[in-house]
T-cell receptor, first 110, second 113 residues
Framework: DGGITQSPKYLFRKEGQNVTLSCEQN?????MYWYRQDPGQGLRLIYY???????QKGDIAEGYSVSREKKESFPLTVTSAQKNPTAFYLC?????????FGSGTQLSVL | GDSVTQMEGPVTLSEEAFLTINCTYT??????LFWYVQYPGEGLQLLLK?????DKGSNKGFEATYRKETTSFHLEKGSVQVSDSAVYFC????????????FGAGTRLFVKA
């Protein structure tokens, strides 16, 4: 079955450390997205990519970086510049307006 | 810019009660409207959609009608079950290919047996 796989499910970051969240899809979707979800809040767009080797900043890109070297993969790096990284991170993909989501990664700070 | 406003939760209902979760939007043009559902510890899943005015989306007993005159897309279900307990998100996508989706803040629903 096609879908989106996010790993790991849980991730802990030490102060000053960069961490990378994985997102892989086998849906043959062109567009991929990263969202951040904080408790009781909606989803905020971090980065999105419409095609391979191209990506754009979303509403809260500071402290994050991405790459899109393959159509199937869109990893997100949370850098040490992100001072409040604790959140639930969701990856999504689409070929149009309907998004397909992964099951998320919970990032916490040690 | 475009925005989505939905009723604050949590909403607590007894099993078999009627559910309404209100959603209103502001947008230029004619967006597509969606309801997504998120179960604990999981990502969002599309529940239903409507792409033009007066369209009714429906799935699993849930319904919502695209009302352009009131800029609303309220979610309803006639008889909720314990398994419907989740967070529900109203969302819109603009006409430009739908790459950017605006989500509401989400409404948590608790259904008691």
């Amino acid at each position: 079955d096609g879908g989106i796989t996010q790993s790991p499910k849980y991730l802990f970051r030490k102060e000053g450390q960069n961490v990378t969240l994985s997102c892989e899809q086998n849906l043959n979707h062109d567009a991929m997205y990263w969202y951040r979800q904080d408790p009781g809040q909606g989803l905020r767009l971090i980065y999105y990519s419409q095609i391979v080797n191209d990506f754009q900043k979303g509403d809260i890109a500071e402290g994050y970086s991405v790459s899109r070297e393959k159509k199937e993969s869109f990893p997100l790096t949370v850098t040490s510049a992100q001072k409040n990284p604790t959140a639930f991170y969701l990856c999504a993909s689409s070929t149009g307006p309907i998004k397909t989501f992964g099951s998320g990664t919970q990032l916490s700070v040690l | 810019g475009d925005s989505v406003t939905q009723m604050e939760g949590p909403v607590t209902l007894s099993e078999e009660a009627f559910l309404t979760i209100n959603c209103t939007y502001t947008a230029t043009g004619y967006p597509s409207l969606f309801w997504y559902v998120q179960y604990p510890g999981e990502g969002l899943q599309l529940l239903l959609k409507a792409t033009k005015a007066d369209d009714k989306g429906s799935n699993k007993g849930f319904e919502a009608t695209y009302r352009k005159e009131t800029t609303s897309f309220h979610l309803e279900k006639g008889s909720v079950q314990v398994s419907d307990s989740a967070v529900y998100f109203c969302a819109l996508s603009d006409q430009t290919g739908g790459f950017k989706t605006i989500f509401g803040a989400g409404t948590r629903l608790f259904v008691k047996a």
